[in-house]
Each structure stands twice: as C-alpha cells, then as structure tokens.
C-alpha cells in the first residue's frame, strides 16, 4: 500500500476497462485469462490469433510499464515483492490456483471485472470468495506468522 497512487490506479483501471470493452465489443470475446489461454488447449481454427495476441500483450504491456511508468509516474517504481518460496511449494501454489479456476470457471479477471459488469451472480459469489481470502491470507501472514 505504500506505493499506491490514485493517478496510476485510476490510469491502470482505464486501461483495462477499455481493454474489456474493445474484446467484448469486436469479438463478443470475456477478457478473462484462464479462458482465453484454456481455449487454446486444443486450439481451434481460427480462434488462436486472437487469444495469442492477448496473452502476448500481458507481458509486452507489463514491460512497457516497467519502462515507462518510472517516467510518467515516479512514485510507482518500487522493486517488485520477492517470495522465498522453493519450488515444490511453488508448484503446490500454481495447481491451487488452477484448481481454484476450474472449480469457480474462471479466474480473478474474468469474475471480477467482466463478471461483475455483466451483472453475475456466479461471479459475484466468486469475488466475494476470493477477496476474503485474500484479505485473510494477508491477515495471517503479517499478524500470525
């Protein structure tokens, strides 16, 4: 929280509204990644580039942030977190969440900013899940452990 800013956050959350709509509106496409790189396994004739493009995008867009966000935003440069975490623990972590999408079917993108655009109920019973955990896994690790 000691980084946030209410430019870059209001900047970020544009960007990402205008994302969802321009997908929504040209390809009747939800921008919510698990499904964009699900459909890709096995992909189908004529519906890859698409999701190829968007998936590309997420990091070619975090990288241009990276380098020109400093500029614009001098306050949003902080080094990014670290986590001691071994490998083993790290697997453990990435097939929870996978489970965690297939059982809610979809992920934090798709539920909680097209979800909750289009008014889902099964999208807002996942939100309110997974930002209660998350608020009690923050608990934990910095008032228990």
């Known amino acids: 929280m000691e980084n946030f800013t209410p430019l870059s956050a209001t900047i970020g959350g544009a960007l990402i509204g205008l994302?969802?709509?321009v997908l929504w509106s040209f390809?009747?496409?939800t921008?919510?990644?698990?499904g964009i790189f699900g459909g890709l396994l096995p992909p189908?004739?004529?519906d890859v580039a698409w999701r190829l493009a968007f998936?590309?995008?997420?990091?070619?867009g975090a990288a241009l942030g990276a380098v020109f966000a400093p500029r614009l935003l001098p306050d949003v440069s902080a080094a990014p977190p670290t986590f001691d975490l071994g490998p083993v623990a790290m697997i453990i972590a990435g097939l929870l969440v996978g489970i965690g999408t297939r059982l809610s079917?979809?992920?934090t993108s798709g539920h909680g900013v097209c979800g909750l655009a289009r008014l889902s109920v099964r999208s807002l019973c996942a939100v309110v899940v997974f930002m209660g955990v998350a608020a009690l896994v923050v608990y934990v690790t910095r008032?228990?452990?």
């Open 27 to 29: 390809a009747g496409r």
């Open 31 to 34: 921008a919510g990644v698990s």
């Open 19 to 21: 994302a969802v709509t």
């Open 105 to 107: 079917r979809g992920c």
């Open 55 to 60: 998936l590309v995008g997420l990091p070619v």
């Open 143 to 145: 008032h228990v452990l």
């Open 44 to 46: 189908l004739r004529g």
